[in-house]
């Protein structure tokens, strides 16, 4: 994995008080934690919000975009990893600023992650290049699709809620592959689905917040 630079003390202190808080809040993969640990959130937010890049919260991107708080990022891919060796070749459909895929390629070699969004994807692209993460492949592409070309995928992580569980993804999951994503319009919540070989398994989790999963290119 990459070497993150840039880090000042008050991050690291920032980010390990961020840690313990996970912790409390319940997230106990230590892949996970140290993932989180890993990355610098404030550079993946805007300058003015920088003091509150480790505060348990969503923040806004711009566009009508949110990168998502702490506790949800951890949540949900330590679901999509427990009691599994490794995320294998994993999809995220709304890179958004990067930040949850930077996350990710802590965990696995392969990743692929598509914004709808070419400003945000922009602003991804330069984010990796600022914390020297070169191992996620980002591409302009409605993620309603999910990604075809490089299919299968053994984890999907979705960062915006569709009405309902997109098929078209579920065909992209390897056996033994995972999704996970928000689902709603109102109310949401996050559904962790397995391809098994009885076929899908759903789980239901935790109660969400998320900003719906669009439709199209901008």
Same mark, same amino acid.
């Given at each position: 994995?990459?070497?993150?630079?840039?880090?000042?003390?008050?991050?690291?202190?920032?980010?390990?008080?961020?840690?313990?808080?996970?912790?409390? /809040?319940?997230?106990?993969?230590?892949?996970?934690?140290?993932?989180?640990?890993?990355?610098?959130?404030?550079?993946?937010?805007?300058?003015?919000?920088?003091?509150?890049?480790?505060?348990?919260?969503?923040?806004?991107?711009?566009?009508?975009?949110?990168?998502? /708080?702490?506790?949800?990022?951890?949540?949900?891919?330590?679901?999509?990893? #427990?009691?599994?060796?490794?995320?294998?070749?994993?999809?995220?459909?709304?890179?958004?600023?990067?930040?949850?895929?930077?996350?990710?390629?802590?965990?696995?070699?392969?990743?692929?992650?598509?914004?709808?969004?070419?400003?945000?994807?922009?602003?991804?692209?330069? #984010?990796?290049?600022?914390?020297?993460?070169? #191992?996620?492949?980002?591409?302009?592409?409605?993620? #309603?699709?999910?990604?075809?070309?490089?299919?299968?995928?053994?984890?999907?992580?979705?960062?915006?809620?569709?009405?309902?569980?997109?098929?078209?993804?579920?065909?992209?999951?390897?056996?033994?592959?995972?999704?996970?994503?928000?689902?709603?319009?109102?109310?949401?919540?996050?559904?962790?689905?397995?391809?098994?070989?009885?076929?899908?398994?759903?789980?239901?989790?935790?109660?969400?917040?998320?900003?719906?999963?669009?439709?199209?290119?901008?």
């Amino acid at each position: 994995m990459a070497a993150l630079s840039g880090i000042g003390m008050t991050s690291q202190r920032t980010r390990g008080r961020m840690i313990e808080r996970l912790r409390e /809040q319940g997230i106990r993969n230590e892949a996970v934690l140290a993932a989180m640990a890993a990355v610098p959130r404030h550079i993946f937010v805007e300058e003015a919000l920088a003091s509150r890049a480790y505060d348990d919260t969503s923040l806004p991107l711009g566009m009508g975009q949110t990168i998502s /708080q702490p506790y949800v990022v951890a949540r949900m891919i330590e679901a999509l990893l #427990n009691g599994r060796k490794g995320l294998g070749k994993t999809l995220e459909i709304g890179a958004g600023c990067g930040y949850q895929a930077a996350v990710l390629a802590q965990l696995t070699k392969e990743i692929f992650a598509v914004e709808r969004l070419k400003p945000l994807l922009e602003k991804a692209k330069l #984010n990796m290049r600022q914390i020297q993460q070169f #191992n996620v492949r980002l591409k302009l592409a409605d993620g #309603n699709f999910g990604l075809p070309e490089a299919a299968p995928y053994d984890s999907i992580i979705v960062a915006a809620a569709p009405a309902r569980i997109p098929q078209v993804l579920l065909q992209q999951l390897a056996p033994g592959g995972r999704l996970i994503l928000p689902i709603g319009v109102g109310e949401q919540y996050l559904s962790l689905i397995e391809q098994t070989p009885q076929g899908f398994v759903e789980s239901r989790l935790d109660a969400v917040r998320f900003v719906p999963l669009l439709s199209g290119t901008e």
